[in-house]
């Protein structure tokens, strides 16, 4: 069986399993991807959603008497456990695997793989958006799901309250949606509704214009499990040395990486599709240790 | 080589052995299980449940009312607030209870009491479900008639005729009732579910009695 198919049998696997509480089957976890707990099928929790109910408007019960009252206030208030229970959960997988959950696990990851093949013919027939694609500035636009993790997710729920969730594009798809559809007239729209709705819209457009463009620039989770890529067990390993440069690798990277130059790179997702296409088998997925 | 090995299995100890930990020695599990999966999380959907004002005997989740509740049901209404730490309704909700029924309470407080609503008794309890203990804890389980677990939660019981009998009849609304009313109307709402649930109590007390 061909690898990209044993790929999609595993993405569609995980979907079934992450949405068995259709059956009945809820538990405590946390996804060690992105899907939302609002889910009516869901089985376990949203870990960005668990991050955010733990620092929840921690800053109005800090004391601000003296800086040792602030710490000690800071560290009784955070509820620490609900904190690092989806950090470890993630930590977890990363470290076996990096971000292969991205590629091989995560239904949003599954959604992007199949809109896949229209960036890919936007970018043939209108050669400005694959120019906008390899642009040096698109590297630093990674950054911003960093930025999206560190602000929406965790410093303004500390201060004002829910916000990621509030505005999740993911919610809409596997929320608001099914819950409209299977409840109709049971709910009304809510003062986040519209936003949420038009960042919806944006997150298609997205994915239907930039190929896996949701991972790349805003998934938290991603950034998350990104930097476990660094020492993570299983790699994406390039025989440099053999390396003809024919770049036919870089070419199939849905995360648009520069393969022959890759080392542990954050942004590889470990599909394997630079594996596939290396004509001398150059590179290999390595339960590695360099 | 050796160097980056021990590194990776470091990581991996440390990480999925305080994960161990976590699951093993705290209620983690538990708390994403009661307050992230088992709820609807209204915000997640970014939706409000469209109020429904009707009251109804039968409990949500089939059982007879609690039995302190039907004690409590000798000396006049009852109002229940229902509410959790992490709930941005709440926040929103909670000012305009103190103002309705001039109390004063923490996110955290889990207590009943006795207040003058228009010169009658009515019993007030505050529930915040992170907290709450003994007869409150499942509480929310026969009032939460949409099932979803949402809060804030207002469940206001007071007695009603249903077939010979006088029974516990009792009213939910969620959230912030609507997301169009004013502050001022909110309060009206509330208010008026009140006042009905006292003139439906003055009618049909002297027919109540339970075992």
Same mark, same amino acid.
């Given at each position: 069986?061909?690898?990209?198919? %044993? =790929?999609?049998?595993?993405?569609?696997?995980?979907?079934?399993?992450?949405?068995?509480?259709?059956?009945?089957? !809820?538990?405590?976890?946390?996804?060690?991807?992105?899907? *939302?707990?609002?889910?009516?099928?869901?089985?376990?929790?949203?870990?960005?959603?668990?991050?955010?109910?733990?620092?929840? !408007?921690?800053?109005?019960?800090?004391?601000?008497?003296?800086?040792?009252?602030? $710490?000690?206030?800071?560290?009784?208030?955070?509820?620490?456990?609900?904190?690092?229970?989806?950090?470890?959960?993630?930590?977890?997988?990363?470290?076996?695997?990096? =971000?292969?959950?991205?590629?091989?696990?995560?239904?949003?990851?599954?959604?992007? =793989?199949?809109?896949?093949?229209?960036?890919?013919?936007?970018?043939?027939?209108?050669?400005?958006?694959?120019?906008?694609? !390899?642009?040096?500035?698109?590297?630093?636009?990674?950054?911003? %799901?960093?930025?999206?993790?560190?602000?929406?997710?965790?410093?303004?729920? $500390?201060?004002?309250?829910?916000?990621?969730?509030?505005?999740?594009?993911?919610?809409?798809?596997?929320?608001?949606?099914?819950?409209?559809?299977?409840?109709?007239?049971?709910?009304?729209?809510?003062?986040? $509704?519209?936003?949420?709705?038009?960042?919806?819209?944006?997150?298609?457009?997205?994915?239907?214009?930039?190929? =896996?463009?949701?991972?790349?620039?805003?998934?938290?989770?991603?950034?998350?499990?990104?930097?476990?890529?660094?020492?993570?067990?299983?790699?994406?390993?390039?025989?440099?040395?053999?390396?003809?440069? *024919?770049?036919?690798?870089?070419?199939?990277?849905?995360?648009?990486?520069?393969?022959?130059?890759?080392?542990?790179?954050?942004? *590889?997702?470990?599909?394997?599709?630079?594996?596939?296409? *290396?004509?001398?088998?150059?590179?290999?997925?390595?339960?590695?240790?360099? | 080589?050796?160097?980056?090995?021990?590194?990776?299995?470091?990581?991996?100890?440390?990480?999925?052995? /305080?994960?161990?930990?976590?699951?093993?020695?705290?209620?983690?599990?538990?708390?994403?299980?009661?307050?992230?999966?088992?709820?609807?999380?209204?915000?997640?959907?970014?939706? @409000?449940?469209?109020?429904?004002?009707?009251?109804?005997?039968?409990?949500?989740?089939?059982? @007879?009312?609690?039995?302190?509740?039907?004690?409590?049901?000798?000396?006049?209404?009852?109002?229940?607030?229902?509410? /959790?730490?992490?709930?941005?309704?709440?926040?929103?909700? @909670?000012?305009?209870?103190?103002?309705?029924?001039?109390?004063?309470?923490?996110?955290?407080?889990?207590? &009943?009491?006795?207040?003058?609503?228009?010169?009658?008794?009515?019993?007030?309890?505050?529930? &915040?479900?992170?907290?709450?203990?003994?007869?409150?804890?499942?509480?929310?389980?026969?009032? @939460?008639?949409?099932?979803?677990?949402?809060?804030?939660?207002? /469940?206001?019981?007071?007695?009603?005729?249903?077939?010979?009998?006088?029974?516990?009849?009792? &009213?939910?609304?969620?959230?912030?009732? &609507?997301?169009?009313?004013?502050?001022?109307?909110?309060?009206?709402?509330?208010?008026?579910?009140?006042?009905?649930?006292?003139?439906?109590?003055?009618?049909?007390?002297?027919?109540?009695?339970?075992?």
């Amino acid at each position: 069986m061909k690898f990209q198919i %044993k =790929r999609y049998i595993a993405q569609l696997i995980f979907l079934i399993s992450a949405n068995l509480g259709a059956l009945g089957l !809820k538990t405590g976890f946390c996804y060690p991807f992105f899907y *939302c707990n609002a889910c009516p099928a869901a089985t376990s929790g949203c870990p960005l959603r668990a991050l955010e109910v733990s620092v929840y !408007k921690v800053s109005e019960k800090l004391s601000l008497s003296n800086l040792g009252s602030f $710490f000690s206030s800071l560290i009784e208030k955070i509820n620490w456990k609900l904190f690092l229970y989806p950090i470890l959960t993630l930590g977890a997988v990363g470290t076996i695997s990096g =971000r292969a959950v991205c590629g091989w696990v995560c239904p949003i990851g599954l959604l992007q =793989r199949t809109t896949s093949i229209v960036p890919r013919k936007i970018n043939t027939k209108i050669p400005i958006f694959a120019k906008i694609g !390899k642009h040096r500035a698109e590297n630093y636009f990674r950054y911003v %799901k960093y930025l999206v993790l560190i602000s929406l997710v965790i410093l303004i729920p $500390f201060w004002i309250g829910f916000t990621f969730t509030d505005i999740c594009p993911v919610g809409i798809l596997t929320g608001t949606i099914p819950i409209m559809a299977l409840s109709p007239g049971v709910y009304v729209p809510n003062s986040f $509704f519209y936003v949420a709705l038009v960042i919806f819209i944006l997150f298609i457009a997205l994915i239907f214009l930039i190929e =896996r463009g949701w991972c790349r620039y805003f998934c938290p989770v991603g950034a998350i499990l990104a930097p476990f890529n660094k020492i993570s067990f299983l790699q994406v390993s390039v025989n440099k040395k053999e390396c003809q440069s *024919c770049n036919y690798c870089s070419k199939v990277c849905p995360m648009s990486i520069d393969v022959p130059n890759m080392h542990r790179d954050p942004e *590889c997702i470990l599909c394997g599709k630079c594996v596939n296409a *290396c004509l001398k088998n150059e590179i290999k997925f390595e339960w590695s240790y360099k | 080589m050796k160097k980056f090995l021990a590194i990776q299995i470091t990581a991996l100890i440390l990480i999925s052995g /305080t994960l161990g930990g976590v699951l093993y020695y705290t209620d983690a599990y538990q708390e994403v299980y009661s307050r992230i999966v088992s709820i609807i999380c209204l915000s997640c959907i970014k939706l @409000d449940p469209v109020i429904s004002l009707g009251f109804r005997f039968d409990t949500a989740n089939g059982k @007879d009312h609690p039995e302190f509740i039907k004690d409590l049901l000798d000396k006049g209404p009852i109002f229940i607030d229902f509410g /959790t730490d992490a709930c941005l309704y709440c926040d929103y909700m @909670d000012p305009l209870i103190k103002q309705i029924f001039n109390v004063s309470f923490e996110k955290e407080d889990l207590f &009943n009491t006795t207040i003058n609503f228009n010169g009658t008794e009515i019993t007030f309890i505050h529930i &915040n479900e992170d907290w709450a203990t003994g007869e409150y804890k499942d509480l929310e389980s026969y009032y @939460d008639v949409d099932g979803d677990n949402a809060v804030p939660m207002f /469940t206001t019981i007071t007695l009603g005729y249903h077939h010979g009998f006088i029974n516990p009849f009792y &009213n939910t609304v969620y959230g912030i009732l &609507n997301k169009d009313y004013s502050d001022g109307q909110r309060i009206n709402l509330l208010k008026n579910i009140i006042q009905d649930s006292i003139d439906l109590y003055n009618e049909n007390r002297p027919g109540y009695t339970h075992d």
